[in-house]
């Protein structure tokens, strides 16, 4: 141990290292989740307007008459066009995509990942200001970016949307953050890499090819037609598999074990599952263009190995279980476990879909629906973001030495998002499958395309109340966290868990 | 769609093949004991929703059953 | 599990593999496609788009076309999209040869576009619905693309470009409304938007 002050207790020592430990990545951390909560609010605002415009395409076109009126007047040619340019829905739909991708996730994430390496590897994070200037940074890019896309600049290229020079901008931001991470791993405390820094060094180690190639061939130096197609979604999926899933999964395997007190139930488990992860899920781009102007051997292979998904998937539903079996009550008393557990369930539930709509008989309905939306979100959301929810909740009082002001708040945050999600997804499934159902039978005249748009406005109507719902939670959880920076955090109150370890004597004797 | 089968399936259970014989797999349910430690040890809830004290609330839940029961 | 270096064996063993299958073959088997010539008439497929389509393709690509909008038809075997009139043949790779980037896109919120120029060839349909889609398609989501288009006095005679519309879509009396250089790019586009020629890996099915 660093600092082992002979008089102290064992357990006051553990607590000076971990106090330790959080303090050095305090500001890079807040900075970040202060980043994607900013983030996951602008984005939640792009999402509920899109999803306005699906079902009423009419939803502010353009300024007020009289606003634009004054607006000219004062303003350079052109800033009124410019205005309503950027409110049409094919702009505001990347924007969001781009803002809870790379403004939430992605900033959520690299702040967890920063934590659970110090605390994994027990070491200080090193030139923390480094890392908060990279933050800074990859704010800039946002701004820029999204600017780019709202004003016609963006590269029509899904999940890829920012120009050239603002992913230039993100990928300097990300390289001054994963050189950081990996001094601590090498510079690790001796003893056994627990199986989340497997994911994150995973992850860290994978996305800068991902998205370096990604750019390289599609933007600087383009591949043909239907290979940029392919490449394409080779990069779009695995920043789902390679990137969100083993840094949720990586936080899902800390934070379960780690509320409720018991270890993870197989690790040998793990280790399969995460090593049948890396072989598998970087093959299964290809399934997001079944039947397109693609070699069939290309397809396949994309579908067999999302279907080879299902084992990695299933070994991990199985270890969170049975890590959690016996000790449900504490979904009760934990806020973190809440987000966590129903983001652990909902990447089984994902995943399984996801590997049935790989399937031909079934993606020949289900591509090209907002079936796949529903299916999107029930990743990226209820699976990924409610797991980032949940570790932001624990992360935060360690590293501000204060507990949450409000259960209250907590649990709106909770109700409102989880409803909310599960609503959503459940009317986009059943409106996609009804969409496509109607768009694979035309020998029905009923099935015109005019009646297709009109059967599925009452789900995408739905969406919206659903999305309102979500917007409500975040909300919430934006202005708790505002509250703890302002430090309205409590600072005592009843056995609070972040008790000196002076007080900690009174349980000292209660554990084995 | 064989020959990708037997080219991923392959892989993996030869990756397994490779691990065992490595010595990948030794020792293995030490790690997940890893992320306690003395302050912080096994069988200790660390997380709670702030202001209520939980060691209470479960007593009295139990309490409530026992006396269903009853 | 415990050193890096075999984690990092690891790590690019299992991406490698992939990048290879996914990334490079592909790019090597057919990424390097030549158009098809016919010998007789000296036609090259596909064909080239002009300066102005191309103009109008980067205004689809500004405006986010591609998410509501697929370009890709999908064969008889596994989809409707011939039966409904989208297109004589599947796409092919080849069909794709001059497009940076690819358009090929993932929902269909409208309808698919691989074949619009020749299911709809007339210049003024397109303005009027760029303009204002539910006078063309009742029931439409699709957006109005207002700004892509110039409410101006009418100076002497209604301009030869001005779009024809009714009643809540018209201006003003003494207004029209007439296409800016980026409408008419657009729809320059959109005529060009046509998979209707055979080529020796996909032929017509009416041929």
């Known amino acids: 141990m660093s600092q082992n002050l002979k008089n102290m207790p064992v357990e006051a020592n553990d607590a000076l290292e971990r106090a330790q430990v959080d303090a050095s990545c305090r500001v890079p951390v807040l900075l970040f989740f202060a980043t994607a909560i900013f983030w996951l609010v602008v984005g939640t605002v792009f999402g509920l307007i899109a999803s306005l415009k699906l079902h009423d395409p009419y939803f502010i076109i353009e300024l007020p008459s009289w606003f634009a009126f004054y607006l000219e007047k004062f303003s350079p040619a052109g800033t009124v066009e410019m205005i309503n340019s950027s409110l049409t829905f094919g702009r505001i739909r990347p924007a969001h995509l781009n803002t809870v991708a790379y403004g939430w996730g992605s900033p959520a994430g690299l702040g967890v990942a920063i934590w659970l390496m110090a605390r994994l590897c027990r070491v200080p994070l090193r030139y923390p200001t480094l890392v908060s200037a990279a933050g800074v940074l990859w704010n800039i890019g946002m701004v820029v970016g999204i600017g780019a896309l709202l004003s016609g600049g963006s590269t029509s290229i899904e999940w890829l949307e920012f120009p050239p020079y603002v992913t230039f901008i993100l990928f300097i931001s990300f390289a001054l953050i994963s050189i950081w991470a990996v001094d601590m791993f090498v510079h690790r405390k001796p003893g056994h890499v627990y199986v989340s820094l497997w994911y994150i060094m995973a992850a860290l180690f994978w996305f800068p090819w991902l998205y370096g190639t990604a750019n390289i061939l599609i933007q600087l130096a383009p591949a043909q037609g239907s290979v940029q197609g392919i490449i394409n979604w080779w990069y779009g999926h695995n920043a789902l598999g390679l990137w969100f899933t083993p840094l949720g999964l990586a936080a899902a395997y800390y934070m379960i074990p780690k509320v409720i007190g018991r270890p993870v139930y197989s690790y040998y488990l793990s280790a399969f599952g995460f090593w049948a992860l890396a072989l598998f899920y970087s093959w299964n781009g290809g399934h997001h263009l079944i039947g397109g102007p693609l070699p069939a051997w290309l397809i396949t292979t994309s579908i067999v190995a999302s279907v080879m998904m299902v084992i990695p998937v299933v070994v991990t539903a199985i270890n969170h279980h049975m890590t959690m079996k016996g000790n449900f009550n504490v979904l009760r008393y934990s806020p973190t476990l809440r987000f966590v557990v129903f983001g652990a369930m909902s990447y089984t539930l994902a995943s399984l879909q996801g590997s049935s709509m790989a399937f031909r008989e079934l993606n020949a309905i289900t591509h090209f629906t907002h079936y796949t939306i529903g299916h999107s979100h029930l990743g990226l959301y209820a699976f990924y973001t409610m797991i980032m929810f949940g570790s932001i909740y624990y992360i935060v009082p360690r590293l501000l030495g204060r507990e949450w002001v409000s259960a209250l708040l907590i649990k709106v945050h909770f109700w409102t998002c989880a409803y909310g999600i599960v609503t959503m997804v459940l009317l986009l499934s059943v409106g996609g499958a009804i969409q496509g159902w109607m768009l694979q039978h035309p020998e029905n005249p009923l099935n015109k395309f005019s009646d297709i748009v009109e059967a599925t406005k009452p789900w995408l109507r739905g969406r919206s109340i659903s999305g309102c719902l979500i917007m409500v939670g975040h909300l919430a959880f934006a202005y708790h966290f505002a509250l703890m920076l302002l430090k309205f955090g409590r600072s005592e109150g009843g056995p609070t868990l972040l008790a000196q370890p002076e007080s900690n004597t009174d349980s000292a004797g209660s554990h084995s | ?70 | 599990m415990n050193k890096l270096t075999t984690l990092f064996c690891g790590f690019l063993f299992t991406f490698v593999l992939a990048w290879l299958g996914l990334v490079i073959i592909p790019h090597f088997q057919f990424g390097q496609l030549q158009p098809f010539v016919n010998e007789d008439t000296g036609e090259s497929f596909p064909p080239f788009r002009s300066g102005l389509a191309n103009r109008g393709k980067q205004v689809y690509e500004a405006n986010g076309c591609i998410y509501c909008h697929s370009q890709q038809v999908r064969p008889d075997y596994l989809s409707a999209d011939m039966a409904r009139g989208w297109g004589a043949r599947r796409s092919v790779a080849r069909d794709y040869i001059y497009d940076k980037p690819h358009l090929l896109g993932t929902m269909r919120t409208g309808p698919d576009l691989s074949n619009i120029g020749v299911r709809q060839p007339s210049e003024a349909w397109h303005h009027e619905h760029l303009y204002a889609p539910q006078s063309k398609s009742i029931g439409s989501t699709m957006p109005p693309f207002r700004y892509l288009y110039k409410i101006q006095k009418i100076q002497g005679e209604v301009s030869p470009n001005a779009l024809k519309l009714t009643a809540e879509d018209a201006p003003a009396e003494g207004y029209e409304v007439v296409p800016t250089a980026e409408a008419v790019a657009l729809v320059a586009y959109l005529k060009s938007l046509s998979q209707n020629y055979s080529l020796p890996e996909a032929k017509l099915s009416t041929e």
């Open chain 2, 1 to 70: 769609m064989l020959g990708s089968l037997i080219f991923l399936g392959g892989s993996a259970v030869y990756a397994l093949y490779w691990a065992a014989s490595h010595g990948q797999f030794k020792k293995m349910d030490q790690g997940a004991k890893i992320i306690f430690d003395s302050g912080e040890p096994v069988g200790k809830v660390t997380d709670q929703f702030p202001g209520v004290d939980m060691k209470k609330k479960e007593e009295q839940r139990l309490a409530k059953r026992k006396m269903k029961k009853a």
